[in-house]
């Protein structure tokens, strides 16, 4: 079983939304923050958003803020990444990852990544 898998990727025209699924199967995961990072080809990975163990003080990329929501259900170990008006450079895969603390650290364990496609 996967530590972290990733759903909700897809083609999505500009202008649109989609909500991407991390849902984490290591007891870790209610005590860990969370983060969404993502890959463009030809880029290096950047980091898109992420949250705290507790849900609060959630950060973004300033490329997202205003436009996507992080948010976490520790109950079904789950994080979500809420994408509004997306945009042609939002195009990436985008990878879930728990870091090794409550807070925001070192990169303890990486998902496989979701495919966003934004289309004119």
């Known amino acids: 079983q996967l530590p972290l898998a990733e759903s909700g990727g897809g083609q999505v025209q500009a202008g649109g939304s989609l909500r991407l699924s991390c849902v984490g199967s290591?007891?870790?995961?209610?005590?860990?923050?969370m983060g969404w990072f993502r890959q463009a080809p030809g880029k290096e990975r950047e980091f898109v958003a992420g949250i705290t163990a507790d849900s609060d003080e959630p950060r973004y990329a300033d490329s997202v803020r205003g436009r996507f929501t992080i948010s976490r259900e520790n109950a079904e170990k789950t994080v979500y990444l809420q994408m509004n008006s997306l945009e042609l450079d939002d195009t990436a895969m985008y990878y879930c990852?728990?870091?090794?603390?409550?807070?925001?650290?070192?990169?303890?364990?990486w998902g496989q990544g979701t495919q966003v496609t934004v289309s004119s």
């Open positions: 990852a728990r870091y090794g603390d409550r807070y925001f650290g070192l990169i303890a364990a």
């Open positions: 290591e007891d870790m995961f209610s005590i860990s923050a």
